[in-house]
Every structure is written in C-alpha cells, then in structure tokens.
C-alpha cells in the first residue's frame, strides 16, 4: 500500500513541480520507513529501484509523454539498469531521490537517478537504459519520433565513457537473455 501511497503523492503534486524540460531535475523527498529497510536497518536495494521508478514516473507525467504515449499507443519501458551503492540511507533519514534524462541514441533513452542525503552527500546512483515501445507498430520508438510527439525539438548530447560502457553492457546481456530464453 505505501508504493501506491507514495506514486499518489508523486502524480498528485506534479503541477506544482511544473514542466519537465530536458535538462531539468526531477526532484522527489522521502523518508526511508520501516517497510523500506532491510536486516541492517537501511533501505533496501528493491527499494532503491521503486524510489527510482517514481523519479522516471514523475518525469513521465510533467513532460507530457504518459498523454502523448497513450495517444499513439507507446508505453515508456525500462530496459535495465546498473546501480552504485555508496553510503547507507537508515531508518527515518530524510533524502531526495534526483532523476534526469541524461541522453540517448536510437531508441535507446539513458536516465540518471541520483539519492542525496540532507547533507548534500550521495548515497547510491543509478543508470537506467529504456525507450518507448509502439505496441500496435511492435517496435521501440526512435527517441526523435518521441521528442517530436512532445514537441521538443532537442539534440541528444555525446554520451561520456561510463553511459556507452553501460549501454554497450546492457545490449550483449539483452542479447544474451534472448538466447537463454
């Protein structure tokens, strides 16, 4: 139930975060709650990943893409991704999970999402690789077809040395996946 709580919160008070642009931060507050943690008394790692979820979702929601996907019947997907675990966020800390857009090539859209500690001080960030897939086309969008769709008209920038490493990584264990299955 505190998911479903706390995904209210994150579509309920969207507008007074106003519009997602590319380049702006999506910014989320939390308290790590007795249904976060783990045996060690920290947030868990599954939880890392839904925390992560309502920053995408959010980002999703202010930008216009949740109206215009469902319009064209597209669903934004997750793809994988690739986390650092850096320093403990305890029972009743407050932090803020901060999500970005970071670039993409293709279809492929990279996503950033940082957990900042009440001191400035990061304690794990996550990499996420996704796209929008067209279910009546079956195929994954090109980023250009989604940016025109929400009537952006942007440029992705070169990914740095950790994002291609990261997208190169995710393509071979997808492709990797397919074969096992």
């Given at each position: ?36 943690i ?22 999703f ?29 305890r ?9 970005t ?26 990499l ?54």
């Open positions: 139930m505190y998911v479903w709580m706390r995904l209210l919160r994150v579509a309920a008070t969207r507008k007074s975060r106003g519009v997602y642009r590319l380049g702006d931060e999506s910014k989320l507050s939390f308290r790590c709650l007795p249904t976060d783990d045996m060690n008394i920290h947030l868990n790692n599954a939880r890392y990943m839904m925390l992560a979820d309502m920053g995408r979702i959010d980002i929601l202010r930008s216009g893409l949740i109206g215009a996907a469902r319009k064209r019947g597209w669903a934004p997907l997750l793809g994988g991704l690739q986390t650092a675990y850096v320093r403990e966020v029972l009743w800390q407050r932090f803020d999970v901060v999500s857009i970071e670039t993409w090539d293709g279809t492929q859209i990279i996503g950033q999402h940082r957990f900042v500690l009440g001191d400035g001080r990061v304690a794990a960030m996550i996420t690789t996704g796209g929008v897939y067209d279910y009546n086309g079956r195929r994954f969008v090109s980023v250009e077809e989604v940016m025109g769709a929400l009537g952006v008209d942007a440029a992705p920038r070169t990914p740095n040395d950790e994002e291609r490493a990261f997208m190169a990584s995710h393509q071979g264990m997808r492709a990797r996946a397919k074969v096992l299955s």
